[in-house]
């Protein structure tokens, strides 16, 4: 689980810096261009444009900021619910191997560790998800 999801976040990040440098590189031409072809305007357009991705940078960047408020929300329920089941199964688990039923306690035991099983998987679909939110902004910016 946890390689699978190194090996996501990875190959989203590495996408990411790729088609960042293409972007720069196209926008630096783009830019040099349209300078050179208009010698006074060209140079006035191409500071304006420059503002205007300035601008789309840190509306993208905030859209980073509730993109990971979004996904903290959407996990926060399932997480919790786990979270509350894992730890009341290890508690019962603990009481009942105070007793003289200790099958009952390995078998509570094995349910709380399935339940923190559960709460890593929902984990780590939080973090390739989060990834997958800030890949699509990227691409869109």
Same mark, same amino acid.
């Given at each position: 689980?946890?390689?699978? %999801?190194?090996?996501?976040?990875?190959?989203?990040?590495?996408?990411?810096?790729?088609s960042g440098s293409a972007d720069a590189a196209?926008?630096?031409?783009?830019? #040099?261009?349209?300078?050179?072809?208009?010698?006074?305007?060209g140079g006035i357009l191409s500071d304006s444009?420059?503002?205007?991705?300035?601008?789309? #940078?840190?509306?993208?960047? +905030?859209? =980073?900021?509730?993109?990971?408020?979004?996904?903290? +929300?959407?996990?926060?329920?399932?997480f919790g619910l786990l979270l509350a089941k894992?730890?009341?199964?290890?508690?019962?688990?603990?009481?009942?191997?105070? $007793?003289?039923? #200790?099958?009952?306690?390995?078998?509570?035991?094995?349910?709380?560790?399935?339940?923190?099983?559960?709460? =890593?998987?929902?984990? #780590?679909? $939080?973090?390739?998800?989060?990834?997958?939110?800030?890949?699509?902004?990227?691409? %869109?910016?």
């Open positions: 689980m946890t390689l699978f %999801t190194g090996g996501f976040c990875t190959y989203i990040g590495l996408s990411g810096v790729i196209a926008v630096k031409a783009a830019k #040099s261009v349209i300078s050179t072809l208009l010698p006074v305007v444009a420059a503002t205007m991705l300035e601008a789309a #940078s840190v509306i993208k960047n +905030t859209a =980073g900021v509730f993109c990971l408020i979004a996904v903290c +929300t959407m996990c926060a329920a399932p894992m730890l009341l199964l290890k508690a019962a688990a603990a009481v009942s191997g105070m $007793g003289s039923c #200790s099958a009952y306690s390995r078998l509570l035991s094995c349910a709380g560790n399935t339940m923190g099983m559960l709460l =890593g998987l929902v984990g #780590s679909y $939080g973090v390739m998800l989060f990834y997958s939110f800030m890949s699509g902004i990227r691409m %869109t910016g």
